[in-house]
């Protein structure tokens, strides 16, 4: 049986939704209508899908259409994919008028705006899925399984390490999210993947948190510690920027940094290619937090976004031994159609690329063992953009390990970057339970 979606939010996260509705899955899925509040986006985005996929072009509703949009297509399933502090509204929206709502991560930037879409959920009984892909990649769906047969034991602590490189990392610094109304901060933007992934990883979820975290690197003040004199406030036409390798440069041939922004800038104004070393950024670039679960498990976790590589790190401690998992990441710029490899980890001169294993068990007594997962060309988010995918628009065939996230998953991925912060405003520690009430 067919199902009808619209994609709300048109930027560059909204391409692998698109993608697989006029692609892979379009036997049984179909696109009816893009809204934006940027009506050249919606173009560009009917553009791409006439030129590459030889669909036809769908109807475009501006922001303020939304409810025409739903009564004229009657659409089963409504995307979101708008900036963070719009999910809201969209999702609320969209299931007060019928339909199912698939939210790409965060679902929502705080704790009141999360309360609303509980009650509406519970109210409607309307369905709310939450994108997390990175519960899908094969390695992460390894370190799950491990952990679920108790190979480890009981997990005690956990220390778990995330670095955001000086392309990447710096990109949310360029953009909407360095405004911490719009996205909620890295803590709540970018961490809910890996907040998601603890509470999966250890079948549980955050009791209290306690956080740490400041602006540091980004911004003008910290430059101008740092002896730099010369600023710009955006890349484009700026013989300053074109000094700085922190600047987004972007060629005439970047069809879709063109296409989604510079050529649209005239419609809202929104500058993609701002200055990491400007003023009127809100958001941290270090960030330290300390969680309690309900299992009892306590997590340190860092995440620094300057750093000269890109990954993660997480450390399991149990009560049978110790489990260790490193992944090095490419880095990726939003709006790219490919991934953007600068600048990485890179070899030490004069040394051969080695290949450390990513995942290892170190029991309490004996040897460590290197536990192998499905490797090779698996495509975004470590392969779990395809899985997500079919999922999404196939339906779920086995949820043994619980890879699909609804709604309370989404809440408690953000909840304790909501809590950590609250915590980072007032020095104390905060329970998860005083912010929402389920």
């Known amino acids: 049986m067919s199902k009808n979606y619209v994609v709300v939010g048109t930027g560059g996260r909204s391409v692998m939704f698109v ?45 303020n259409e939304f409810d025409r949009m739903i009564a004229e297509h009657k659409p089963d399933t409504v995307i979101v994919t708008t900036i963070d502090r719009m999910h809201h509204h969209y999702i609320i929206r969209a299931m007060e008028l019928g339909c199912d709502v698939i939210s790409e991560k965060p679902m929502t930037t705080d704790a009141e705006k999360c309360q609303m879409i509980v009650d509406t959920v519970k109210k409607t009984g309307k369905k709310l899925t939450v994108t997390f892909n990175y519960r899908y990649s094969p390695r992460n769906t390894k370190v799950k399984e491990v952990l679920a047969k108790g190979i480890a034991g009981e997990i005690i602590s956990v220390h778990f390490e995330w670095l955001l490189d000086t392309s990447h990392g710096a990109d949310y610094f360029r953009r909407w999210h360095r405004d911490k109304r719009n996205s909620g901060g890295l803590m709540v933007h970018k961490a809910t993947h890996h907040f998601d992934l603890m509470n999966w990883w250890l079948d549980s979820s955050p009791e209290t948190v306690f956080g740490m975290g400041d602006l540091r690197f980004y911004g003008k003040a910290n430059a101008e510690k740092r002896g730099v004199a010369e600023f710009y406030s955006r890349v484009r036409n700026s013989k300053v920027a074109a000094k700085d390798p922190f600047a987004l440069k972007v060629s005439e041939k970047d069809i879709w940094l063109n296409g989604l922004y510079y050529n649209a800038e005239s419609e809202d104004s929104y500058y993609r290619d701002q200055s990491v070393f400007g003023d009127g950024i809100s958001i941290e670039d270090s960030m330290s937090v300390m969680v309690k679960y309900r299992n009892k498990a306590v997590m340190t976790y860092a995440l620094n976004a300057f750093c000269p590589w890109e990954g993660y790190r997480v450390c399991f401690n149990g009560t049978k031994g110790r489990l260790e998992f490193n992944v090095v990441e490419k880095s990726y710029v939003s709006g790219h159609h490919e991934d953007f490899n600068m600048p990485g980890m890179r070899e030490l001169e004069g040394q051969k690329e080695t290949l450390v294993p990513e995942i290892i068990f170190q029991p309490l007594w004996g040897k460590p063992q290197v536990i192998e997962y499905e490797k090779g060309n698996l495509g975004g988010h470590g392969g779990g953009d395809e899985r997500l995918l079919k999922d999404i628009f196939e339906g779920v065939k086995d949820n043994s390990l619980k890879h699909s996230a ?22 104390m520690p905060v329970k998860v339970s005083d912010l929402v009430k389920f």
Not at 25 to 37: G, H, I
């Open 19 to 63: 993608n697989a509705l006029v692609g892979p899955f379009k036997k049984n899925c179909r696109l009816k209508a893009f809204c934006d509040s940027n009506s050249k986006r919606m173009d560009f985005y009917n553009d791409y899908i006439a030129r590459d996929y030889k669909h036809c072009r769908v109807p475009t509703y501006k922001s």
């Open 406 to 427: 609804g709604y309370l998953d989404g809440a408690m991925s953000i909840l304790t970057g909501i809590a950590a912060n609250e915590s980072f405003k007032t020095g």
